[in-house]
Nanobody, 128 residues
C-alpha cells in the first residue's frame, strides 16, 4: 500500500513563492515517476508538472513553465514543487500522484489516467 501526503500549501500574495512537498510511503518510491496536478474551483483537475523515476527528466504545463520547478529526493521518498512568481490563476488544490508503471521510460505524464496513487491535496491561494 502506498500513501502520499501533500503539504506546504497556504496563502501567498501575487508574485510570491511557495514550496509544496509530497512524502511517500513504501520501498519502491525511487522506481516510479511522480506528478503534480491541480484543481481550481469549478474546473477539472489539470496537469502541472512531472518528474521521471530517476529525476533526470521533467515535464511542465505551459502555464507554469519557467515559474515552477519539480524535484525529487529518492533517499527521502519526497518530491517537491517550487512555485515562484505565483499568480491568482494558480489558486487551486494541488495534488501529488504516482505515475503507474515501474521504471517508466516514456514521456507521457499528462493525464490523470496515467497515475495510480494520489495525495489528499493541499490548498494554494494566491491573493492580495
Amino acid at each position: 500500500q502506498v500513501q502520499l501526503v501533500d503539504s506546504g500549501g497556504g496563502l501567498v500574495q501575487p508574485g510570491g513563492s511557495l514550496r509544496l512537498s509530497c512524502s511517500a510511503s513504501g520501498r519502491t518510491f525511487s522506481s516510479y515517476g511522480m506528478g503534480w496536478f491541480r484543481q481550481a474551483p469549478g474546473k477539472e483537475r489539470e496537469f502541472v508538472a512531472a518528474i521521471n523515476w530517476s529525476g533526470g527528466n521533467t515535464y511542465y504545463a505551459d502555464s507554469v513553465k519557467g515559474r515552477f520547478t519539480i524535484s525529487r529526493i529518492n533517499a527521502k521518498n519526497a518530491v517537491n514543487l517550487q512555485m515562484n512568481s505565483l499568480k491568482p490563476e494558480d489558486t487551486a488544490v494541488y495534488y501529488c500522484a504516482r505515475r503507474a508503471s515501474e521504471y517508466y521510460s516514456g514521456s507521457y505524464y499528462y493525464t490523470e489516467a496515467e497515475y495510480d496513487y494520489w495525495g489528499q491535496g493541499t490548498q494554494v491561494t494566491v491573493s492580495s
